[in-house]
């Protein structure tokens, strides 16, 4: 068989071969076996040397002419198979938009921290400024500034956890009343801020006590302050929370920083004040503690009590969102249960 012939024959196979291929692992073995170093063509060409120099170009001519034909088909085909491969990545990571998406869960602000806000707007409408206070507090300002000197008995109402001696977890946010007027400067008018935060007592946790919750302190100073604004500002306040037809009932009480102190009732969102399980038939539920700045509180402050006077309060906010949302008991609300949590999402 002349070379030529072989040539042909070899192309003929070549291309049978070609058809057949079915991925690039056997494209790649076919190019190396028909155009490789070692592969059919370069075989048959080692046979030019026998050839007279006449029928070389040929001969060489019809070589290149099968070489590119074989190296055309077989990118041909590769590029058939890119291609193949390609559809089938895309039909199997198809989209379908149309099927439901999955529910992501929101969170929502806690009941506390939605019940401390109403309160803050509540008096920030009224020109109050917000306080913040730290959690650890000295007994300088949590008790002496509070007129409860070492020793005093009324101590023993809020004993609290001790870091040092002298510093501890506030008990209340009473402090932030001292800390607030230490730093006003009265000669630019008097002052009107509430604190709201934490506070920690060593209190056993039932049903309406926890060791840690959470009160709004309120406290308006000024020159001619009198016991009518702070009722005034409570009644605003509290019908604002609690509806027009609340009443509020001012019982005396001590407290040692304000004289004379009151505690004030409400009249119970449940029965309207005839008498149920919530207010314990009384009709009347306790919202707060207040009174009248005791003098020995502005004059620690470095005020003149013959001339400034001043009303504080301090209110639950556990207490607060309990009666507005009839929650019964006091732990719900630190249990984290999104159960309880999300029926006062907003
Ligand atoms: C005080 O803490 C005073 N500092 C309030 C005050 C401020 C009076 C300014 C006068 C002037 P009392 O201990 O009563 O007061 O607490 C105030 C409110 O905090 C209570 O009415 C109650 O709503 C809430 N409270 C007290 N102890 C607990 C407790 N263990 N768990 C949850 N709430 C409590």
């Known amino acids: 068989m002349g070379l030529s012939e072989k040539i042909a ?13 079915a991925n690039d692992q056997e494209l790649n073995d076919l190019r190396v076996n028909v155009l490789g170093k070692k592969g059919s063509l370069t075989e048959i ?3 030019m040397k026998n050839l007279s120099a006449e029928e070389r170009p040929t001969i060489g001519a019809l070589a290149n002419e099968f070489r590119d034909k074989i ?11 890119a291609q193949k491969t390609l559809n089938a990545a895309l039909v199997q990571e198809t989209l379908d938009v149309t099927l439901p998406g999955k529910q992501q869960k929101q969170g929502t602000r806690h009941i ?4 401390q ?6 008096f920030l409408g009224m020109g109050y400024e917000v306080i913040d206070g730290s959690e650890v507090e000295t007994d300088h300002y949590n008790f002496e500034r509070m007129n409860l000197p070492k020793g005093h008995p009324a101590r023993d109402m809020q004993d609290t956890f001790y ?9 209340h946010t009473s402090p932030l009343q001292a800390r607030t007027m230490d730093a006003h400067d009265f000669s630019r008018g008097g002052l009107r801020m509430i604190a709201p935060g934490r506070v920690y007592r060593r209190d056993t946790d039932d049903a309406t006590h926890s060791h840690q919750f959470h009160q709004i302190e309120g406290l308006v100073v000024g020159k001619d302050i009198t016991m009518a604004d702070l009722k005034g500002t409570l009644d605003l306040v509290m019908k604002k929370m609690f509806g027009q037809d609340r009443k509020l009932r001012w019982r005396p009480s001590y407290f040692p920083f304000t004289e004379p102190s009151v505690e004030v009732d409400i ?4 029965c309207g004040g005839t008498g149920c399980n919530v207010c314990k038939q009384t009709g009347w539920i306790e919202i707060l503690g207040a009174g009248m700045v005791h003098p020995n509180v502005l004059e620690m402050s470095g005020l003149d009590s013959s001339i400034y006077s001043g009303f504080a309060f301090g209110l639950g906010v556990e207490r607060i969102a309990m009666l507005r949302y009839g929650i019964n008991d006091i732990r719900g609300f630190y249990q984290g249960d999104v159960r309880f949590l999300e029926q006062f999402a907003l």
């Open 9 to 21: 024959a070899l192309q003929a196979e070549a291309l049978e071969k070609l058809k057949k291929l």
């Open 45 to 47: 060409l080692k046979e």
């Open 71 to 81: 190296n055309f088909m077989l990118e041909e085909k590769k590029l058939e198979f």
């Open 112 to 115: 506390l921290t939605q019940t």
């Open 117 to 122: 806000e109403e309160i803050e707007d509540i």
């Open 163 to 171: 870091i040092t001696e002298d510093t501890l977890l506030r008990t």
């Open 267 to 270: 009249s119970c969102f449940k």
